[in-house]
């Protein structure tokens, strides 16, 4: 009731005293300069309105525009990837465009790839790969009586005996790393498991399939040669590498090099020779001159990579106690006798080629055999025995010289 009874202030008699003619006007601008203050505070905030909307109406017209583009765009790439460029725009928590990284992923997939076949590649031995298939070859060859051998029914039973012995290959080599690999992590360290690219699970898991699958082919392919090539190597192989009692005889170096020997000049010879002489072609087992050769002049190499094998691995090997011929008798006297073993080997061969009664086959071997024991011998004079790297490429130089052989053995007639 109060406030009905009050009156405003300029109806009281103070705002009408002569003396309050300017505090009338003053009054009256304040309140002119309230008014306007309100009428501009009412403008802002329609225009603040008038452009908020516009701005939607802005953004909104780009969404659909993204969209549009989006969708024109699908008929030249996957719905997948339209479909995630479509809640990109649509959402604006992520760029329309492709971030740096998006596609690493197939990038990644292949490099693990790439690296995995790499590390299975040396995890193989790829020298040994290389000389167990060729010596397949060369011995298969010796096989051939006439032309007419030369069939499909000859390259079926010849590829079938590479794959099984390459299959036990690995896992003989595979093996060895698995027992080595402390050794390993001194004399070659780039091998995956001295490495810690593969782990102990994944080589048991390798040597472990690849040992089954060499019997189920040799036992599927029903040949007695091959089979028992490939069981003798199988014993041979884990003998050599396995630490258990009375076990692992790569630590005694004549009984190491025995191992070898046997394998490399007797197995592949004479089972592999019988697995085409009886299995495929069906005939009687005959022991023909070029046989005999072949292996006589592979158990003077056998030796040879057994003894020269174990030069660049001296110090690994002293540290674990492994008795090689270099550990006892020293890199210099091992490298020598080798080079003589094989010179010697050269020379027989040469005596043979010489006496063949064919005279294509008896100017090849001469002058292929005189080629190869030159070129050993240059190689020889030119090694740092003080180097390991510099002994382990003339190792694998014999490996080479390895291969030239088993290029040769076929034509000696």
């Not at 036990?168 to 490495?195: C, F, H, R, W």
């Not at 069906?282 to 056998?302: E, H, Q």
Request: hydrophobic share 50%; charged share 15%; net charge positive.
């Amino acid at each position: 009731m109060e406030s009905l009874l009050l009156r405003p202030s300029f109806f009281q008699s103070s705002s009408f005293q002569p003396s309050g003619g300017r505090s009338w006007r003053n009054d009256t601008l304040k309140a002119g300069s309230s008014r306007r203050a309100l009428l501009e505070g009412s403008t802002s905030t329609a225009r603040a309105k008038v452009e908020g909307c516009s701005l939607l109406r802005f953004q909104r017209g780009r969404s659909r525009h993204r969209v549009k583009a989006i969708k024109e765009r699908s008929f030249s790439q996957p719905r997948s990837h339209t479909k995630s460029l479509y809640v990109n725009a649509t959402s604006g928590s992520q760029p329309l465009e492709s971030e740096p990284g998006a596609y690493g992923g197939s990038k990644g997939v292949l490099d693990s790839v790439k690296n995995a076949l790499d590390a299975f590649y040396r995890f193989s031995r790829p020298h040994t790969v290389v000389g167990t298939a060729l010596s397949i070859v060369s011995v298969s060859l010796l096989s051939v009586e006439k032309l007419a051998d030369i069939s499909p029914l000859f390259f079926t039973g010849m590829l079938e005996a590479v794959a099984a012995a390459l299959m036990m290959n690995i896992y003989i080599v595979g093996l060895n790393q698995l027992t080595d690999i402390e050794i390993d992590k001194v004399n070659k360290p780039y091998l995956p498991l001295a490495s810690g690219e593969f782990s102990v699970g994944t080589g048991v898991l390798i040597v472990t399939s690849f040992s089954i699958m060499s019997f189920w082919l040799g036992w599927v392919i029903k040949s007695w040669p091959l089979f028992w090539a490939l069981s003798i190597s199988f014993v041979l192989g884990t003998a050599y590498s396995i630490n258990l009692p009375l076990l692992r005889w790569k630590r005694f170096a004549f009984v190491a090099a025995l191992c070898i020997l046997a394998v490399r000049a007797v197995i592949v010879q004479i089972c592999f020779y019988l697995h085409m002489q009886m299995h495929v072609f069906g005939r009687s087992a005959i022991f023909s001159r070029p046989l005999i050769f072949a292996t006589a002049f592979m158990s003077f190499f056998s030796v040879v990579i057994a003894l020269f094998k174990d030069i660049p691995d001296m110090e690994g090997d002293k540290i674990f106690g492994i008795r090689s011929f270099t550990v006892q008798l020293g890199q210099k006297r091992v490298f020598w006798t080798c080079i003589a073993l094989l010179e010697i080997a050269y020379g027989i061969a040469m005596f043979v080629g010489a006496a063949s009664p064919y005279m294509w086959s008896k100017g090849i071997t001469v002058i292929g055999h005189a080629i190869l024991a030159l070129l050993l011998w240059n190689r020889a004079k030119s090694v740092d025995l003080t180097s390991k790297t510099a002994i382990a490429s003339c190792y694998m130089f014999v490996w080479k010289l390895f291969y030239a052989e088993y290029l040769l053995i076929p034509l000696v007639r």
